[in-house]
């Protein structure tokens, strides 16, 4: 599976968008990118996940570049329960081996 | 809406016992998967427990260490074996469950296991 990094720890303000990157740069054209978060003492909850094109559901938008090699979760308006650990994923779809990295620290603040 | 439930929820044993951690689904599911996260870690798979077969293990873990049950489509369990102070731990159960339009794994809340 394709390696993924993402920056140790971000900070966003309550209301505002919260941009989240993620470099996949061997990514495979199988492998599909998965955004998972573990809210602190809960087990981990997916988010939302895209092949190439960009995907939105009702918790996030995922942009993913043309080249695949990186994508962006955009929690739209973060609030204070938003404050998570979140990971960046790529796996080829329904490969049940999900290798979580250290993720994204990120704290919402007021 | 709550679909797994582990128990218990957290746990301080003595070392040299074993635990045995259950995990519940509301759901029928093939495959049900068991992970460790150690303290300021990321989630590792142990293994993989499907019903009527064997559990699969990842490397580095042993099923002596840690037997799975998975006596049905609903429920399994994992045992955590003689255990030592480097098995305190969350362990965490995870199905693969398809409603709507997810496609993503879910995850039970977690044991938090310390070993004293």
């Known amino acids: 599976d394709a390696k993924t990094t993402q920056p140790p720890s971000m900070d966003c303000a309550e209301g505002r968008a919260a941009n989240l990157p993620c470099n996949h740069s061997t990514i495979s054209g199988n492998e599909y990118v998965y955004w998972y978060r573990q809210i602190h003492s809960q087990g981990p909850q997916y988010i939302i996940h895209g092949l190439k094109n960009n995907e939105t559901n009702e918790m996030a938008s995922l942009i993913i570049t043309e080249d695949r090699k990186s994508s962006t979760l955009i929690l739209p308006h973060a609030t204070l329960r938003d404050t998570a650990v979140y990971y960046c994923i790529a796996n080829p779809f329904n490969d049940y081996k999900l290798s979580f990295g250290a993720g994204t620290t990120v704290t919402v603040r007021a | 809406s709550a679909v797994i439930s582990q128990k218990p929820s957290r746990d301080i044993c003595q070392r040299g016992t074993s635990l045995t951690i259950q995990c519940q689904v509301d759901?029928?599911?093939?495959?049900m998967f068991w992970y460790r996260q150690q303290p300021g870690q990321s989630l590792t798979l142990i293994a993989t427990a499907n019903q009527g077969s064997e559990a699969t293990y990842e490397s580095g873990f042993v099923i002596d260490k840690f037997p799975i049950s998975r006596p049905n489509l609903t429920f399994s369990t994992l045992t955590v074996s003689n255990m030592s102070p480097e098995d305190s731990s969350i362990y965490l159960c995870s199905v693969d469950l398809v409603r709507g339009r997810y496609y993503g794994y879910t995850f039970g809340s977690g044991t938090r296991l310390t070993v004293v």
């Open positions: 759901s029928q599911v093939t495959m």
